[in-house]
C-alpha cells in the first residue's frame, strides 16, 4: 500500500511506530535489555518462529518485561551486533496497528577460534497499541526466513 493522502496524525502515528521499531534496534545493538523490554506494554509477548508462522511451531514464547528482559540478554554472546531495518508495512486502527518489518541482523562472535559472521533475515509481525506514553508493541512476531554464517576478516 502507498499512502499518498494522509492526515498529519497518521502520518505522526507512522512516524512514531517506525521509531518503536528502530528502537527495538538500538536498544539490541547497545545491549539495554530493560529498555527494549519497556518497549513492550506490561504484558507484551514475542514468539520466535524458525519459518512461516503459518506451517511452524514457535520455537520459543516470552511474555511480559521481565520475561522479555531476562531473553533479550542473549545478545550478550555476541561480540557485536548490528540490526539493519529495512521496508515496513503498517495498517493504523485507531489506538491499534499492525504491521510488518524486515530486518537484517548482523552477529559477530567468535567460534572454534574464528572470527565469525552471521547474518539473519528477520521479518517482524507485530501488533502496536497507543496508550499514556505513545506507542508500543503489544506483539512481536519474530519470523527467521533464512540465515547465513561464514569466516569472516577484521
Partial sequence: MVATDISTGEAADRLAIRGLIDAWAHCAD???PHEQAALFVPD???????????????????????QLAE???VLDTYDVTTHFNGQSTIALDGDRAIGESYCLAHHVFVEDGQRT????S????DTFTRGDKGWLFAERRLVTDWTDKRPSTA
Avoid: N, S
Avoid at 559472521?117 to 539473519?120: D, N, Q, R, S, W
Avoid at 528477520?122 to 509481525?125: E, N, V, W
Fill in 117 to 120: 559472521l552471521m547474518v539473519i
Fill in 44 to 66: 507484551g509477548t514475542v514468539t520466535v518462529y524458525q519459518g512461516d508462522p503459518a506451517t511452524t511451531e514457535p520455537v520459543q514464547r516470552l511474555r511480559g518485561r521481565a
Fill in 122 to 125: 528477520i521479518r517482524y509481525l
Fill in 30 to 32: 547497545r545491549r539495554t
Fill in 71 to 73: 531473553a533479550f540478554t
